[in-house]
């Protein structure tokens, strides 16, 4: 059973920096690209950042320079570190992989970035 758990969010002012987990079980992690995505009220789920199994890593455009997505394949972890933080950037966060063309999704876990 694929297993995703996302820790991390909060409260944070602008500027500031926040850095997200996600802990994944029941996959051979190190095989896996991994996903963050985020998603506000109304809006449909966006990707944020994307690592492959070669630590290939791609950004949207939108976080290009602030946020960074890296992996640990001895502990299963894809980490977010996300600095200057902006009100904007305000979403539920979640991890994901997809495994045989299912998708897997973590709880998500909030982030608010607010004065």
């Known amino acids: 059973q694929v297993r995703l758990v996302e820790s991390g969010g909060g409260l944070v002012q602008p500027g500031g920096s926040l850095r997200l987990s996600c802990t994944a079980s029941g996959i051979n992690f190190k095989l896996y690209t991994m996903d963050w995505n985020r998603q506000v009220p109304g809006k449909e789920r966006e990707l944020v950042a994307r690592?492959?199994?070669?630590?290939?890593?791609t950004y949207e455009d939108s976080v290009k320079g602030r946020f960074t997505i890296s992996r640990d394949n001895v502990w299963n972890k894809v980490f977010l570190q996300m600095n200057s933080l902006k009100p904007e950037d305000t979403a539920v966060y979640y991890c994901n992989t997809t495994r045989a063309g299912t998708v897997f999704w973590g709880q998500g876990t909030q982030v608010t970035v607010s004065s």
């Open positions: 690592i492959d199994s070669r630590g290939t890593k």
